[in-house]
């Protein structure tokens, strides 16, 4: 049996190849619920499903082979996509998913390579540390099967923060929420609901530089691997910004620099705007000016109003930070200068 969890394969397949009671059958979304099947499965193999289940938000059902994700990036040069497929299956990996980019302005390549190996994670990087300086390689080496640690930070407008946090619960993304950081109190109550510490830290210019010092103290403290603002309406200083340096991720109205200040919806409404949209980017010392990792725009008309602008608006917020949160906390968003290369 051990021969057969070696391989990462569905359950049908695994019935198939040992001829096992359930051949043939489909699985649509979970493999373990037996009580829908017409046939006995035996004890025995229920336990090894069992000791499978994959995590939420994620597609193992193999316990003996870890999954990893390698991203790198160097000078493009011939022998990378060799060399590195040569490494992998040196050490016994089978390559799942895989994709490339080589970028003709800057003479850069990328990659990405999803892949199983029984092998360690600290024996593989260790490993990797020996191959890399061979092609002057920039890596890093993720486990996917670990959800990524996160704080959000939020204001008063909780939209947002409504939809990561319903995202999250319902395995729509591969995160963990350690806790909520705002400079307001009004989402106390929402924190509770999903069981997520709450911190309210007053910001002011007076205490700024305290209040950022307690943020940057409850971050480190939560093992935060990724920072979102949902919305959060304070201006994060220099030294904060290089400290969560393409760890933090923004969302804001795609206006800028049109409509700057407050009630952005309202400007673009007096001035008859026909498209209104939204901007995820990394964080920077430059204002809203990081990396973009995603954008998308809603149309609009005359009969539209403050309000229905507004709503449309704080919509098309939401599905952009989510699907540049997604992406991101799956790995597949590389910096590249002040672009990314993302592969989807």
Known sequence: MSAALSHFEPPSVFFDRFNL?????????????????????????????????????????????????????????????????????????????????ND??????????????????????????????????????YEASKAMPTVLMV???????????????SGLLPIEVKAIISNHRDFYQLAASYNIPFHHIPVTSATKEQAEAKQMEIIEQEGAQLVI????????????????????????????????????????????????????????ADLDEGPIIEQDVTRVDHSKTVEDLTSMGRDTESQVLARAVKWHSEHRVLINGHKTV???
């Open 21 to 101: 009671p359930g051949r043939g059958l489909v699985f649509q979304k979970d493999p373990l619920h037996f009580g829908r099947l017409k046939c006995k499965i035996p004890l025995k193999i229920q336990q090894i499903f069992l000791s499978m289940r994959p995590q939420r938000g994620f597609k193992t059902y193999n316990v003996l082979m870890n999954v990893y994700i390698l991203n790198l990036s160097c000078k493009d040069q011939p022998g990378i996509v060799h060399g590195v497929s040569g490494f992998l299956l040196e050490r016994g990996g089978n390559i799942e998913e895989a994709a490339q980019y």
């Open 104 to 141: 003709p302005d800057t003479g850069l390549f990328f990659m990405r390579v999803q892949f199983t190996s029984a092998q360690n994670a600290a024996s593989l990087r260790e490993d990797l540390q020996k191959f890399a300086p061979h092609l002057s390689l920039q890596w890093a080496l």
């Open 155 to 169: 204001s008063k407008e909780g939209h947002c923060l409504n939809d990561l946090l319903f995202r999250t619960q």
């Open 229 to 284: 603002l949902a919305r959060y309406m304070q201006i994060l200083s220099d030294k904060m910004c290089q400290h969560l340096n393409a760890r933090a991720i923004n969302i804001h109205h795609s206006f800028l620099p049109s409509f700057k200040g407050a009630k952005p919806y309202y400007q673009a409404h007096d001035r008859g705007v026909k498209l209104i949209g939204a901007t995820a980017h990394y964080v920077t």
């Open 342 to 344: 993302i592969f989807k």
